[in-house]
């Protein structure tokens, strides 16, 4: 016998979702129209969502959103949890790929490993979780970058001045903008020996339903291993995993 579906459950989320950046405010009257219920129906889930905290009424019959949905967010897109979600999916890109895998979350201009996995063998550089690392002149940075609003990547200019740190490294902005505008056109970044020598890398995003940037896959290792038909098979491995993680986010939705 399979589990039996609570109708009110899915009836509360199913309001939620009317809710979007467009419709900030969800009426009564549009939750009638778009869930075909009744005014007694959907007075009583508003209420009800008003009273667990989930909503707040701006006016008689209106509500949105509460600050609620933010603070469950911060807990599941800390560090540790996400890390734990993660960490799956690299040791298994590891496995297929016999080089270093990672993930990594943006803060104060640097990015951070949150999780890694590395092959049974000594590893070009020693990328630990916690480790910082700057933006411009690593895949990771360079896709976070890639995708942050207009206003926040040139406050980020104004912050930091670049600097090289191999002969690779980019540093002018005019040349790193272009960059970025072409890692948002194809999905992934390169790290060409631009932060060590030796060292590249590719990175992929993975995004929320509503095309936020949850955080950044990677595989890294020499040169040699990254370049060519294995840098290619490496982006495919990639971007798979990124769709797997982005469908297990959201399974529960998708299943309904």
């Known amino acids: ?7 009110s459950v899915v009836k509360a989320f199913e309001i939620l979702r009317l809710f979007s950046a467009e419709r900030p405010v969800v009426s009564s009257a549009d939750v009638m129209a778009e869930l075909a219920v009744n005014s007694v129906t959907a007075h009583r889930f ?5 009273h667990v905290g989930a909503l707040i009424s701006v006016r008689r019959g209106q509500y949105r959103l509460s600050f609620l949905f933010a603070d469950l967010a911060d807990r599941l897109l800390d560090g540790r949890s996400l890390a734990g979600l993660l960490q ?4 298994a ?3 297929r790929l016999g080089e270093g895998a990672m993930a990594t979350l943006f803060r104060s201009d640097k990015v951070v490993c949150i999780a890694r996995a590395v ?17 411009w002149c690593t895949a990771h940075g360079k896709l976070w970058l890639a995708h942050l609003p207009e206003k926040e990547l040139d406050g980020y200019f104004k912050r930091v001045k670049p600097k090289a740190f191999t002969e690779a490294t980019v540093v ?5 903008r272009l960059e970025l505008e072409g890692i948002r056109q194809h999905g992934f970044a390169r790290n060409r020996g631009e932060r060590e020598d030796t060292l590249h890398a590719i990175a992929v995003p993975v995004f929320s339903g509503t095309g936020r940037m949850i955080t950044g896959l990677s595989v890294f290792g020499a040169a040699n291993r990254l370049t060519g038909p294995a840098g290619d098979k490496a982006l495919v491995q990639l971007k798979k995993a990124a769709d797997t ?3 297990n986010f959201y399974a529960s939705a998708a299943g309904a």
Do not use: W, Y
């Open 119 to 135: 092959p049974d063998r000594p590893v070009l550089v020693d990328i630990r979780v916690g480790s910082e690392l700057e933006a």
């Open 1 to 7: 016998m399979g589990a039996q579906i609570n109708g």
């Open 172 to 176: 002018d902005e005019r040349v790193l």
């Open 88 to 91: 799956p999916v690299l040791n």
């Open 93 to 95: 890109l590891t496995a």
């Open 245 to 247: 993680l982005q469908n």
């Open 46 to 50: 508003l209420k009800t969502l008003e």
